[in-house]
């Protein structure tokens, strides 16, 4: 009953994706004859097409980098830990603490005077960093979780450092990849403020072009909710499949 | 190990160095370059919309904002924000937590559809709660308090505030009920099992062993929302644009506003310190705590 009450709000959103702009202005009712031609009529929008694709390529993107950045990192602090190790992890997360409206002005400024506004590379950038913290520790998790013996006896076998990474971290930890990989993927594609004050419509990902519908003429019900749904069911899945690796993410190892 | 100690050391130690280098060097780019650029602009005269007026101007963009009504005002509704969405969230999650850890029909499909707003993102809940759910003539809720012969509410004119804090208190519940049933799942059943045998009734093992043992799981979601919470955006943006007046206008959106609205980056820089100190004086707090975590 609570589940239901606290998924109604995205049950009534998909609802009134399939039904006429008229059914969905009327009286709230479950009884309707259900049609697609709102998502016909989203579909059919090249620009939609171009803000999801803008998503999809900052999201991905933002992510195969921090992840590319973030491996060295993690490989680093788990299996070669200095003094310093545990002062570093704590002060990477203390950026993340770092309220995006103090540095908003700034990275406005500077994105103008190089030419980053409303582009694509501008947002990967941003994001990268973003969520750079996050996934150096969930990655620094996992990798600690495997077992030392097993890289020393890759070692033992001659393995070089790229070889021990490549044949033997990276498959044995591909799971914890994966799973930062979509929380970086997810915070990425749903992240808001960025998006929101520096693209203006050639870079806009899906959270700008939705919030473009809350100007008084842009209130098509049903195609916002169509669009909406194709919006966040990507997402609402990825979500579901890595809900557990992600409270270890979200609380950084704090909660397991 | 197959070096020596001692040189297995140093070399260990450079190469950490180096294959650390690439995150922290941009981390610390990310951080620094920022943060001096806006304490610098915040002590000078700069409006993009009027060029000619520059130069330093000490502690007039403070001065002007400290006493600007809007700044309060913004502050009181940032609090009010955090602190409610707070309570509701965690005295919710813990509810909920324990609801779902009992055994029920379909469990697993009830936890997935709990959970499910978090994923949704912000500008799609803030849409649908405002056209969907709380519209006067067409939403769902003023259709249902007509059915009930009550009043109609005009959420957004009449709550602006409320408004807002249900939109982002139904985002961050599922969030709170996530992390809160993780840890429970490390409740030792033994001792529940035990404390029943000992006749102790179901509020009684509540207050007594399942909320203790909640206790630090609790500490970390409202630590991680307040960093969230501080700087609500998009919900607002999206719903009110910070009004009716300045009633739903947080910090980080009167910030927005001096900033982007008003080209006005000298004031916009000063609020952005004040936030980033109001931030660090929480995140003081959250890193000691983690670091604790991470001696256990």
Do not use: C
Not at chain 1, 31 to 55: C, H, M
Not at chain 1, 154 to 161: H, I, N, S, V
Not at chain 2, 268 to 276: E, L, N, P
Request: charged residues 10%; neutral net charge.
């Amino acid at each position: 009953m609570v589940a239901l009450l606290i998924f109604f709000p995205i049950f009534w959103m998909i609802i009134t994706g399939f039904k006429t702009e008229t059914d969905a202005v009327a009286d709230p009712t479950l009884i309707f004859s259900p049609t697609l031609e709102s998502y016909a009529a989203v579909q059919g929008r090249a620009d939609y097409l171009k803000f999801a694709l803008n998503s999809v390529a900052v999201s991905f993107g933002s992510t195969l980098l921090a992840l590319l950045i973030a491996i060295p990192s993690a490989y680093a602090m788990a299996f070669l830990p200095t003094k310093r190790t545990k002062g570093t992890l704590l002060w990477m997360l203390s950026t993340k603490m770092l309220p995006s409206v103090g540095v908003l002005v700034p990275i406005y400024l500077i994105f103008r005077d190089v030419g980053l506004l409303d582009t694509r590379t501008g947002l990967i950038i941003v994001y990268t960093l973003m969520n750079l913290p996050i996934v150096v520790w969930m990655l620094y998790t996992f990798f600690k979780d495997l077992p030392k013996d097993i890289l020393e006896a890759g070692r033992m076998d001659g393995a070089g450092t790229l070889q021990e990474v490549w044949y033997l971290l990276l498959p044995l930890t591909l799971p914890g990849i994966a799973s930062t990989g979509l929380l970086s993927v997810i915070l990425s594609w749903n992240e808001a403020f960025w998006s929101l004050n520096l693209t203006t419509s050639k870079a806009a990902p899906l959270t700008a072009y939705i919030a473009s519908f809350s100007s008084p003429e842009g209130l098509f019900w049903a195609k916002l909710s169509a669009a909406s749904t194709m919006a966040i069911a990507p997402i609402l899945i990825f979500g579901w499949l890595t809900q557990k690796q992600m409270v270890r993410g979200l609380t950084f190892g704090a909660v397991k | 190990m197959i070096k020596t100690r001692a040189s297995g050391r140093t070399v260990g130690g450079l190469r950490t160095l180096s294959l650390q280098a690439p995150a922290v060097t941009l981390l610390f780019l990310w951080m620094i370059v920022p943060l001096a650029m806006t304490l610098w602009f915040s002590l000078q005269r700069y409006n993009l919309l009027m060029p000619g007026m520059g130069g330093f101007a000490g502690l007039e963009n403070y001065e002007f904002l400290l006493t600007d009504p809007a700044l309060w005002s913004a502050m009181g509704t940032t609090l009010l924000l955090v602190g409610w969405v707070l309570a509701i969230t965690v005295v919710g999650g813990t509810l909920l937590a324990v609801l779902f850890q009992q055994e029920f029909m379909g469990r697993g499909i009830a936890r997935v559809l709990a959970i499910s707003p978090f994923f949704v993102m912000p500008t799609v809940s803030a849409l649908v709660w405002k056209n969907m759910m709380m519209h006067p003539s067409n939403g769902v809720l003023a259709w249902l308090s007509e059915s009930l012969g009550l009043p109609v509410i005009d959420w957004f004119s009449s709550l602006p505030l409320t408004s807002v804090i249900i939109i982002v208190a139904w985002q961050w519940l599922p969030f709170a009920l996530l992390i809160l049933l993780t840890a429970m799942q490390s409740l030792d059943d033994d001792q529940v099992e035990a404390a029943r045998m000992d006749g102790a009734g179901p509020l009684a093992i509540f207050f007594y062993i399942t909320l203790p043992h909640l206790k630090r799981a609790i500490s970390v979601v409202i630590m991680i929302e307040m960093i969230f919470l501080m700087t609500i955006f998009a919900e607002i943006f999206v719903t009110t644009s910070g009004g009716p007046g300045l009633a739903t206008t947080n910090l980080a959106y009167l910030i927005y506003i001096r900033a982007l609205l008003d080209f006005d980056v000298g004031t916009a820089s000063a609020g952005g310190v004040i936030a980033i100190i109001l931030a660090n004086i929480v995140a003081i707090f959250l890193v000691r705590m983690v670091a604790k975590n991470l001696e256990n």
